[in-house]
């Protein structure tokens, strides 16, 4: 079970704003929601969009724009970060440890899973298959012994 099952996309994005919503106004989180404060708190070129309660739920974007969804970057931190903390698949936490020890970030060491992870969903989708998580495990090893 993921953390966002059955949601649909706007219920998604109003959790989201929720959770920013409530940790910038200093009130009680939930776990989950400071998590997902956590993310966007390390995403500022995000803040105004969650935080204009008038904006649209973020356009969508197609693959080879410029400009990436925010909420599916943001998203995708999140799906990491729940991999890493129960390490699936098997061996993802000690290859992401792997990484931390050579990325500038905690942040920047996320974002390669992240993008391998985006690939893996990418290839995934294309074949009409299932993601599949040795594909992305090898993808963060290769990164994380990368020179």
Same mark, same amino acid.
């Given at each position: 079970m993921t953390l966002f099952a059955g949601h649909d996309r706007e219920a998604?994005?109003?959790?989201?704003?929720?959770?920013?919503? $409530?940790?910038? @106004?200093?009130?009680p989180l939930a776990p989950l929601q400071a998590q997902l404060a956590d993310i966007v708190a390390m995403h500022p070129e995000y803040q105004t969009l969650l935080e204009d309660?008038?904006?649209?739920? *973020?356009? @969508?974007?197609? #693959? *080879?724009?410029?400009?990436?969804? #925010?909420?599916?970057?943001? *998203?995708?931190?999140?799906?990491? $970060?729940?991999?890493?903390?129960? @390490?699936?698949? #098997?061996?993802?936490r000690p290859a992401f440890e792997a990484l931390l020890r050579r990325a500038a970030t905690p942040h920047d060491a996320e974002h390669v899973l992240a993008e391998c992870l985006g690939e893996t969903l990418w290839e995934a989708q294309r074949a009409a298959q299932p993601p599949d998580g040795e594909a992305w495990l090898e993808r963060v090893r290769r990164r994380s012994t990368a020179r």
């Open positions: 998604l994005r109003a959790t989201w704003r929720e959770a920013w919503r $409530r940790h910038r @106004d200093g009130l309660e008038t904006a649209p739920e *973020g356009r @969508d974007r197609s #693959p *080879g724009q410029a400009e990436s969804n #925010p909420f599916l970057h943001m *998203g995708l931190h999140a799906a990491v $970060r729940e991999a890493v903390a129960t @390490d699936r698949p #098997p061996g993802l």
